[in-house]
């Protein structure tokens, strides 16, 4: 099986984390997952359309750093804020009530 298949049906984080042999650490997961791995699926996006014949060792080390990447970019207290999940647009709207209601 080719390991982006492997990887598609990997379940967890964790798992992906473990699959790539990346360390990682708990807490950072624990508050950014969603993020690590959308920045994850990013970055292998614009690599392998950058590198479209990859034999498989070099798909591993990809995505190895992409992973790398991406939770890095989350464990530094000190990194640019991150645009939000829905691309700009807000996901709930609260307006105040009109004044008299």
């Not at 080719?2 to 990997?10: G, I, M, P, S």
């Not at 498989?56 to 990809?62: N, Q, T, V």
């Amino acid at each position: 099986m080719r390991l982006a298949d492997e990887l598609a049906h990997v379940d967890r984080a964790e798992d992906l984390f473990a699959r790539l042999g990346v360390d990682f650490d708990p807490r950072v997961m624990a508050v950014h997952r969603l993020h690590v791995l959308r920045r994850f699926g990013i970055e292998v996006r614009r690599m392998e359309t950058q590198s479209a014949s990859m034999n498989e060792a070099e798909s591993k080390r990809l995505y190895q750093r992409a992973l790398t990447d991406a939770h890095a970019h989350f464990a530094n207290p000190s990194r640019p804020a991150e645009p939000p999940l829905c691309f700009g647009r807000n996901l709930v709207q609260i307006r105040r009530p009109p004044s008299g209601a």
